[in-house]
């Protein structure tokens, strides 16, 4: 039996939290989190609290019955799930800070460790597949599939990034073996835009600027483009992927206005690299090829200061050459 079977079996109430602006890993995690515990302890009041997630998701199974507003009252354990620090826990924190018992399930290379108990594998493609080695077959099935299938895919990049290993591959086979939907999954949630994420993709495209002689290139959307265009920051998935993929880019920066003069800021790395600890630098964090943070100040400054960061990591790597 694992720890977090152990903590579940002994727990009358359980909360699962995941990260704030969820993506599919950890919808995907949360929700698989969710009906395994109601599977195992029945009996149990169990919760899943997320909040501002995307509706294309509503096909798992536990969606309709997701918390958006946190209550006061305790629970005797808090699971949380793809999150690496307190903070981006946002206001469902109050739960870990409340909750008898807390265990994390995560994959990043920044996670702090501020659970009692932490299963994290930075190595790992997703809390999916992490959380998938944490709990017993017998309780699985299609609709738990469906969930950790939908995390790994989306981690992955649909089994593109550098973090998908063998052993991902041999999970992915395994759930699809539980008669999963899979072609449908990848389709309605990774590949599918509404016309106006696609009108927003292409404008962050065109206005995108490379710099540093096309190793890096960076865009920005402000409020007042996700006004016009109607869109909110869940809208906006995918823009870094593909500045990444451009020719010749070594490091991407995706930035999207979230105040006047702070932006949330997403890095993406092929080989060299480290966005992990760029981003921890500024107070965010993730993983080696994916990670992002939050920042203050003019878009000039912002990539400024992120392209010192770069440089200088570009520049260690060509003198070891
Ligand atoms: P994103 O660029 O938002 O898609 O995030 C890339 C990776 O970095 C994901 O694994 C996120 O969970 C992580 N990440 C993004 N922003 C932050 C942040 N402010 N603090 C910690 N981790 C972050
Ligand atoms: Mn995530
Ligand atoms: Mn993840």
Redesign the pocket.
Known sequence: MTKLEQMLDEAGSVVILG?V?P?G??MGSCLAMYRYAKKRKPEARIWVCLKNFPEKFSYMDGFEEIKEDAGSQPFDLCICL????K??LGEFAVYLESAKKSICVD??V?NTGYAQENVVAPGASSTAEVLYGQLSEEFLDREIAECLYTGIVH?TGVFRYSSTTVKTMEIAGKLMDMGIDFTKIVDSTFFKKTYLQSQILGRALMESIRFMDGKCIFTVVKSQDMEFYGVEPKDL?GI?DHLRTIDGVECAI?MYEIDTHVY?????SNYVVD??TI??YF?????VR?????MSGSIHDVVNNLSGHIEKQLLAENADD
């Open positions: 990260h602006n993506d890993d950890c793809d999150c690496s620090d903070e981006r994959h990043h920044t981690d998935d870094v995706f949330k800021v997403s890095m993406r966005v992990s981003a921890a107070g965010g964090g993730g993983h994916a990670a992002g943070c939050t």
